[in-house]
């Protein structure tokens, strides 16, 4: 990761109404109410019914960039997702909140060792089974949900997390979030809206899945606890930006210093005695103030041009944090018109690829947080190894991590 200490921020990362907020429902997400409302039916994959029958129409009737072939490589991407965790329900398929295959003897004995060091060993532990970017955070009530689809979410004085018939049960000892990045193929999200940029979320899915499930192995053979966590349970984003990963954008998404907003997040619950990282501040947010490229390059116009705002535009949004808020509804709707998922607001950040001299004659201001934050992410970008750049003013080319782990 590029080193973000002088970057730390001592005040909180959201700027917060209390008087508004509330804890977020799992059936207020455009996925939940688009899919209920198209067919009567509460739940997660619902609303891609519609999308399904227009990606046959498109495949079947031989529109360019959704040949058979294209949709294929999407499903072979996506099944390691479907298999542990189905983009995440709680307490589900691998991500049970019980050890998996770890023996008592060690799951029921806590190893002894100083909190510096186990944040030392669970962040390389991250790395070695395929996360690109690890954060600590506490877990913050707030981000957690409020409900998942049917049932709540419940702090208790002690217990093990469980589900019960009255919710889903999480003690508060269990009070720290490792969050967890992973970088999406930027070629292929660059072909968004077509068919390779819903691979490469695919892919990212599936690396969640196997991170999330073999983190929370890893923290339970130590003796202690840990909720593996892919969408569901609680927020990531809020968790990330609190865990030092990112800033969050004008398109209402993580923009990571290493890879812009190219990633997809997870997280593990845990009642270890973790250090926690702190949020930071280079310039990105501040950025996005000038910048409209998200929203301009959106096809649902979904994105605001406005401030930032307490208030939500859509039934889908949580008022109560001053950030922009998204239609996520109309941005359902073009994914179902489609056939296939967008990802214009990812592919058009300026974050993606990093500073090209042309940039400059479209945006109207330098005075970010330290000069032009675009310019000094990309030179870090640079030093560190995430990019490289042949000629001054062409666009930069990412640099491919080498994986040594899962």
């Known amino acids: 990761m590029i080193p973000r200490f002088k970057f730390r921020l001592k005040e909180a990362a959201a700027d917060v109404d209390e008087k508004i907020y509330r804890r977020f429902p799992v059936h207020k997400q455009a996925f939940a109410t688009v899919g209920l409302e198209d067919t009567g039916q509460l739940g997660i994959t619902y609303a891609l019914e519609k999308m399904w029958e227009n990606m046959a129409g498109k495949m079947f009737g031989g529109v360019p960039g959704h040949s058979?072939?294209?949709?294929?490589?999407?499903?072979?991407?996506?099944?390691?997702?479907?298999?542990?965790?189905?983009?995440?329900?709680?307490?589900?398929?691998?991500?049970?909140?019980?050890?998996?295959?770890?023996?008592?003897?060690?799951?029921?004995?806590?190893?002894?060792?100083?909190?510096?060091?186990?944040t030392a060993q669970v962040k390389e532990a991250a790395r070695l089974y395929g996360s690109d970017l690890t954060g600590i955070a506490h877990l913050d009530k707030k981000w957690v949900y409020s409900e998942d689809l049917f049932k709540p979410f419940i702090f208790t004085a002690e217990g093990p997390?469980?589900?019960?018939?009255?919710?889903?049960?999480?003690?508060?000892?269990?009070?720290?979030?490792?969050?967890?990045?992973?970088?999406?193929?930027?070629?292929?999200?660059?072909?968004s809206p077509g068919v390779p940029a819903s691979t490469a979320a695919s892919l990212g899915y599936s690396r969640m899945g196997i991170l999330a499930v073999s983190?929370?192995?890893?923290?339970?053979s130590l003796g202690y606890t840990a909720v593996p966590c892919m969408n569901d349970t609680a927020l990531s984003i809020p968790l990330a930006v609190e865990a030092g990963l990112g800033e969050l954008g004008r398109h209402g998404l993580l923009i990571t210093p290493e890879y812009g907003?190219?990633?997809?997040?997870?997280?593990?619950?845990?009642?270890?005695?973790?250090?926690?990282?702190?949020?930071?501040n280079f310039g990105i947010t501040d950025f996005c103030r000038q910048c409209l490229l998200?929203?301009?390059?959106?096809?649902?116009?979904?994105?605001?041009?406005?401030?930032?705002?307490?208030?939500?535009?859509?039934?889908?949004?949580?008022?109560?944090?001053?950030?922009?808020?998204?239609d996520a509804t109309s941005c359902l709707r073009f994914w179902q018109k489609n056939g296939t998922s967008c990802a214009n607001c990812i592919a058009?950040?300026?974050?993606?690829?990093?500073?090209?001299?042309?940039?400059?004659?479209?945006?109207?201001?330098c005075d970010t947080t330290?000069?032009?934050?675009?310019?000094?992410?990309?030179?870090?970008?640079?030093?560190?190894?995430?990019?490289?750049?042949?000629?001054?003013?062409?666009?930069?080319?990412?640099t491919p991590q080498v994986r040594t782990g899962l």
């Open 370 to 398: 330290d000069g032009c934050a675009l310019q000094y992410i990309t030179h870090l970008r640079l030093k560190y190894g995430y990019l490289t750049q042949k000629l001054w003013g062409t666009r930069p080319a990412w």
């Open 68 to 118: 058979r072939f294209d949709h294929a490589l999407d499903m072979g991407a996506n099944a390691m997702n479907l298999l542990l965790g189905a983009y995440g329900y709680p307490n589900s398929q691998f991500l049970k909140w019980d050890p998996l295959f770890v023996p008592e003897f060690l799951h029921g004995n806590k190893v002894e060792a100083d909190a510096a060091r186990l």
């Open 215 to 220: 983190l929370a192995e890893y923290i339970r």
């Open 261 to 280: 907003p190219c990633v997809r997040l997870c997280k593990v619950l845990t009642d270890m005695p973790l250090l926690p990282d702190r949020p930071y």
């Open 161 to 191: 997390p469980r589900e019960t018939e009255e919710g889903f049960l999480i003690p508060e000892s269990v009070n720290k979030a490792v969050v967890l990045a992973v970088a999406m193929p930027p070629d292929l999200s660059a072909a």
């Open 294 to 326: 998200c929203a301009v390059n959106c096809p649902p116009q979904a994105i605001s041009y406005n401030e930032p705002s307490y208030h939500g535009a859509c039934v889908n949004n949580n008022p109560g944090v001053r950030k922009w808020f998204i």
């Open 348 to 365: 058009s950040c300026p974050f993606y690829y990093g500073f090209v001299s042309s940039q400059c004659l479209e945006c109207v201001r």
